[in-house]
């Protein structure tokens, strides 16, 4: 969605028309509305026929219950370039709420030649950035964390605003930014490869890990500061510059961040490009996927920049033995979380069939319990989708559903209340090879299957190309076991009596098959961001050479 172009054909004039009277010389009459909006725009006068009618004051941000947007550096039109300056010659778009689908700001995107000069200006940060020993990155780092830690509230409230998650995890976003970046100020200090033995006297053999040079984020509309918070930290700390860019519905978040690390690289006397941003669409993601001058490019989730990226289906089992006590709050949040829209957020539940049809009425019952409302109240737990075409995808699935021999006992339809919001939905009856089983939808809506042995339930959970987060719920310690071997889960995270979703950030993050096979945050993936060299170095005075050769 986006606000018309300068172009645009809908514009308003304060006054009704033109009002002639005799005392001009002439008789009285009117001139037509439309052309009276139009000489005055063509006369270069200032006044509100000036603009489009969507640029208006009807902006959110001009509103005195979002004065707090303010506070963050954001006003009605909104750089969305930064590259040590702040510019944008590109598009102008208006992002909206999707609590309430009104307007709240504007950002002015980036051109192609916008995109350019911050490439350029990037890599010569980088030759300042890299130099920096890596424990003085890690104090940049360290300052970034506290920053944002002053920001957490209002920062949490522009996620959930701008969004459309609830209050409580907008500010647990931005928690995340905060805990990845105390996380990398330690790894600031023990990065590095060990010295190995040589097999030569007088040799020593040493692993080397160096920056790769400019890191490209590319992050979605459901974790627009998280994702970023991920790849930013670690890749700084191990001496690379970064280039963002978030989703163009969360445009207004991504300048909001952007702010906060400027003012601390400001503050330090280092290049602002170190950490840059590129608002923008399809053409920009497209350009940073091309470009060779972007050594690593972190991509999450939109297809508008013309990769063919496979998103994510997650599992979740309940053997005869699961707790249900556990079982129902973790399917509920798994599914329900984020009102769907999470990359770990449940699609399927396999439930032994001794127990689903228990397992299906509790969690009716604890669908029915589920409080909606405003994403920014602090009570709510469930708000609207992000964008009316989700809306519209979330209906198309559980039409798909219902076709394929699906039945819905709860849920399916779109709320009556002005946003995008829909009903949470639960859908039985399918087969477990059911096509829109194995589609993601980025939306509440749950499949429940019944199954009879550990063998086939594991064999579903392997079917599909997708593979980032599973879990099981039993109290079978064989079968724990079992379930995170060879021939157990093949995804990326694979848990046990815990929900899918609500990943920490110690752990490596990321998923296998279609689903990637890289890793963020936490663990080793640091070595995500370097590249490695093995050093042979010789401090004797003679000149053996391995494997006992002789060459002379």
Known sequence: MGSPGRGAGLYFSSFPGLRLTPSSGLSMWRLPRALCVHAARTSKLPGPWSRPAAFMSTLLINQPQYAWLKELGLREENEGVYNGIWGGRGEVITTYCPANNEPIARVRQASVADYEDTVKKAREAWKIWADIPAPKRGEIVRQIGDALREKIQVLGSLVSLEMGKILVEGVGEVQEYVDICDYAVGLSRMIGGPILPSERPGHALIEQWNPVGLVGIITAFNFPVAVYGW??????????????????????????????????????????????????????????????RVNLLSFTGSTQVGKQVALMVQERFAFEDADLNLVVPSALFAAVGTAGQRCTTARRLFVHESIHDEVVNRLKKAYAQIRVGNPWDSNVLYGPLHTKQAVSMFLGAVEEAK?????????????????????????????????????????????VFKFKKEEEVFAWNNEVKQGLSSSIFTKDLGRIFRWLGPKGSDCGIVNVNIPTSGAEIGGAFGGEKHTGGGRESGSDAWKQYMRRSTCTINYSKDLPLAQGIKFQ
């Open 231 to 292: 790849n930013n930290a670690i890749a700084l700390i191990c001496g690379n510059v970064c280039l963002w860019k978030g989703a163009p519905t969360t445009s207004l978040i991504s300048v909001a961040v952007t702010k906060i690390i400027a003012k601390v690289l400001e503050d330090n006397n280092l290049p602002g490009a170190i950490c840059s941003l590129t608002c923008g669409g399809a053409d920009i993601g497209t350009a940073m996927a091309k470009d060779e």
């Open 403 to 447: 076709k394929e021999g699906g039945t819905v006992v709860y849920g399916g339809k779109v709320m009556d209340r002005p946003g995008n919001y829909v009903e949470p939905t639960i859908v039985t009856g399918l087969g477990h090879d059911a096509s829109i089983a194995h589609t993601e939808t980025f939306a509440p809506i749950l499949y």
